[in-house]
Nanobody, 123 residues
Framework: QAQVTESGGASVQAGGSLTLSCHHP?????MTWFHQPVGLEREGVAS???????TAYRDSVKGRFSISRVSDNTMYLQMNSLKSEDTGIYFC????????????????????WGQGTQVVVSS
């Protein structure tokens, strides 16, 4: 069974940029990047609906992060103007479900997850 795989995590200086990649099985309807700082809960930061490419961002990353898809099995997260609080593990999550009233930041909504890729931003 094809899996979700993230890559691109690295250590960077504050103010720098990174691009994370997510390779995943095709035909997901909703995909989201989740961020988990050390010792804290995982929370969604950028989400995309694949049919319309409609995107949404958590306030903390608006204007700095950009989620995009280049094919039916590849998604990116462009991260600019990185801050120390962006440090953590980034997970790619997807689902083929399309439920009325779905909550894009609800971890329980997604049924496919990668193992994560680590980002460290030093000031």
């Amino acid at each position: 069974q094809a899996q979700v795989t993230e890559s691109g995590g690295a250590s960077v200086q504050a103010g720098g940029s990174l691009t994370l990649s997510c390779h995943h099985p095709p035909h997901y309807v909703h995909m989201t990047w989740f961020h988990q700082p050390v010792g804290l809960e995982r929370e969604g930061v950028a989400s995309i609906r694949t049919g319309t490419d409609n995107t949404a961002y958590r306030d903390s990353v608006k204007g700095r992060f950009s989620i995009s898809r280049v094919s039916d099995n590849t998604m990116y997260l462009q991260m600019n103007s990185l801050k120390s609080e962006d440090t953590g593990i980034y997970f790619c999550a997807g689902t083929r479900k399309d439920v009325v009233g779905w909550q894009r930041w609800d971890r329980g909504y997604y049924d496919s997850w990668g193992q994560g890729t680590q980002v460290v931003v030093s000031s």
